[in-house]
């Protein structure tokens, strides 16, 4: 909707709240609300006001003030609110210069988009991210100076088994065979499908649901393709989504990667093309998978740049969790048709140019998909722009290889410590066309190794104690 258009259907619905939205440096969705009244023709070009000081990764308390301009093309209803609520995503601007403020999430994906037209290599990049999660039934955690905990629990986990739960029915997965067994094993069958309606009457379009691999409340939900930014926008809808409903039953979601010890992590395995038109620039018949030339040289970009993209797709602590070799995890730097261990996979169903595709599998759904989609997309370029030959690919199984085969197989790497430092030395090829600029990087640096990395370091684990108290 245009903005007269959107105000027009503000009075036809009756709309009694606007809810703000835009999204902080690591991630998570921000917002405050007006009144219908407040939001005018001039709000769209001049914006609102807000103090962005408190904001993970924004401004310091001397120079708080900023702004947000609602972008009338991503307002929906929110499905959950008490009172007829419109929420709309806005981008954030400096109130001094009014220009784009370099640290918003979307503005550096919009950049992103802007870029890639700029190269004249395509007109538009499609992203299509496949977010794992887990809904649970009761979670809590603390720490202080002499204690620190966590305790999981899922009605589903095969921990419960013995349980008494008067009664206590069974059908509960094993662990790491949660993949697609039918209700009343899947036992959140109908709650999926209610987050796919939801998602569907918001104006997302889902292709599929299914319960994942964990034993523990694990789900999947595919939503169709879409342009970067707006793809972006629509996992934060996504996950906003989910929460919801699992609160209304009395469950929680969380998108952490790895919540669970010895069970299968979620991840977020993205699909990329590049399109002109309507031709299909990874699309060549003939070539391995029917890849193009461009689609090798964009796979080799993302193996040469992994360990620094790694910064931004498998963003926290906990993600490393997850890439360890043993539960599917891609953690092999090398790209096949096949192998699901691969840091980039051919899917083999995608045989049509319409459907042909990249898949790239070590992000997780932890990742500011914005900033995530982008350094993919920067790292694809410089891939065709530098004609990066990423290694041959691999299609049988990794673990039947040869010891001297594996020594060639690079790795993606074990900590978070290790993709900052990684990142900090490579990352010229984010700063083209000024889509991520110097102090979007510093400060992602900075806040990781901060308010995360030493955070967790300087914390004795609780398995420390099994490990050392009695030596």
């Known amino acids: ?201 918001i104006g997302i379009t889902v292709e599929v649901h299914h319960h994942e691999v964990s034993t523990a409340g694990q789900g999947e939900i595919d939503m169709r393709f879409d342009t970067l930014t707006r793809m972006a926008d629509k996992l934060l809808m996504f996950k906003y989504v989910i929460k919801n409903v699992a609160r209304r039953h009395g469950k929680t979601a969380t998108f952490m990667p790895k919540p669970i010890f ?56 906990n993600s490393y969790r997850r890439l360890v070799p043993g539960y599917e995890a891609p953690i092999n730097l090398i790209y096949s048709q096949r192998n699901r261990s691969a840091a980039v996979r051919i899917p083999a169903y995608s045989r049509s140019e319409r459907a042909k595709r990249l898949e790239v599998r070590f992000p997780d759904p932890s990742c500011n998909p914005y900033l995530a989609f982008s350094a993919m997309l920067m790292a694809g370029l410089d891939g065709i722009q530098n004609k990066i030959q990423p290694p041959e690919p691999i299609d049988k199984n990794l673990y039947d290889l040869e010891p001297e085969e594996k020594k060639k197989v690079r790795s993606t790497p074990g900590s978070l410590e290790e993709v ?8 010229q090829f984010l700063l083209k066309g000024d889509v991520f600029t110097p102090d979007v990087i510093e400060t992602w640096l900075d806040y990781k190794r901060t308010h995360e990395l030493d955070a967790v370091r300087l914390r004795p684990h609780p398995y420390e104690f099994a490990l050392y108290f009695d030596i």
């Open 420 to 427: 900052l430092n990684a990142l900090e030395a490579d990352h």
């Open 1 to 201: 909707m245009t903005p007269k258009e959107l105000l027009k259907f503000i009075g036809e619905k009756e709309v009694k709240i606007i809810d703000l939205r835009f999204t902080d440096l690591p991630g998570l969705w921000q917002h405050f609300s007006i009144m219908p009244h407040e939001l005018t023709d001039e709000a769209f070009e001049e914006g609102i006001g807000f103090d962005g000081s408190s904001i993970r990764g924004f401004q310091q308390i001397q120079e708080s003030d900023m702004l947000l301009i609602p972008d009338a093309g991503t307002a929906f209803l929110d499905p959950f609110a008490a009172h007829t609520t419109l929420d709309i995503v806005c981008n954030v601007r400096d109130p001094m210069t009014l220009e784009p403020y370099s640290r918003d999430p979307r503005y550096v994906a919009q950049k992103a988009e802007q870029y890639l037209v700029s190269t004249g290599l395509a007109k538009k990049s499609y992203f299509g991210p496949e977010a794992e999660f887990f809904i649970l039934d009761d979670i809590r955690f603390d720490q202080s100076y002499n204690y620190g905990y966590y305790y999981v629990d899922s009605a589903e986990g095969f921990w419960n088994s013995g349980r008494e739960e008067k009664p206590n029915l069974g059908y509960k997965p094993r662990y790491k065979e949660g993949y697609f067994p039918v209700p009343p094993m899947d036992s959140l069958q109908d709650m999926r499908s209610e987050i796919m309606l939801t998602l569907e009457d």
């Open 262 to 317: 010895m069970d299968n992590g979620s991840g977020m395995h993205v699909h990329q093309s590049l399109w002109n038109d309507k031709k299909n620039l990874f699309y060549q018949p003939g070539g391995y998978a029917d890849l193009s030339k461009e689609a090798i040289y964009y796979i080799g970009g993302i193996l040469k740049h992994a360990a620094s993209l790694l910064a931004f797709c498998a963003p926290g602590t």
